[in-house]
């Protein structure tokens, strides 16, 4: 390995190499009885068994929700703030100290995986039961979907832009259009032109690295073209 001057002089003093200033919690976003298992080849029933009796971030934090309502105003993403994961009894402990450093991250889920997404959405309000999200003034709907929607959270194309800005930070621009493209098809957007004008420096990325600004646009609109006429 080579060590350069700087780094040479950094080491020789001791000085730190890294710094962490905050601790990150993953948070779990499945739907019932969906939660991933890690098993073994020929011990998959009893990692199912097991799965079944442990909880989950998420269902811990519904039963944290029905047993105790002073936790009725934190959301799943600021849960981790005031209370600690305690992974041997998979049971959301609230925290003496600290808290201040902690960020609860959840997972970015694609809108092609759509009741996960839209259960993801729901989230930040308070729930005590998968039930209990599905369920909006007193009507249990059918899909976190519909839950949505009665919520009044899927008006206009709010919801399109935040998958694409969601999207655009771990995929690629190909994979972005076919996004875009599915959203145009099977979506409904109301304003096409303008959730273009508003991704267009990511959907079109590639192209321009390719070819140039200028007929890159044209390059990523005939491919999403392409892809639309595949989806008829």
Known sequence: ??????????RLNEFNLSHKSHTVVRLAVHLPQQQPIVYQDGQEAQSIERAAL????????LELNKNYPS????????????????????NWKKRQRG???????????SILDTERYYLRV?????SVSFDDILTVNGLRCITFQQACQEYGLLRGD?????????TAQFQSPRQLRML???????????????????????LCEDFVHRYSEQTGPHYALADIEELLTSYN
């Open 1 to 10: 390995k080579y060590v350069s001057a700087p780094e040479a002089m950094w």
């Open 54 to 61: 442990r909880k989950t971030t998420l269902t811990s934090w």
């Open 71 to 90: 936790a009725h105003n934190i959301s799943y993403s600021d849960i981790s703030q005031y209370y600690m994961f305690d992974k041997s009894t998979t």
């Open 99 to 109: 808290g201040q450093n902690v960020i609860g991250k959840l997972p970015v889920v």
């Open 122 to 126: 729901l989230l930040l309000r308070k």
């Open 158 to 166: 709010q919801q399109w832009h935040d998958a694409l800005n969601d």
């Open 180 to 202: 875009f493209a599915t959203i145009c098809g099977f979506g409904e957007v109301e304003d096409v032109p303008d959730l273009w004008v508003q991704h267009q420096v990511s």
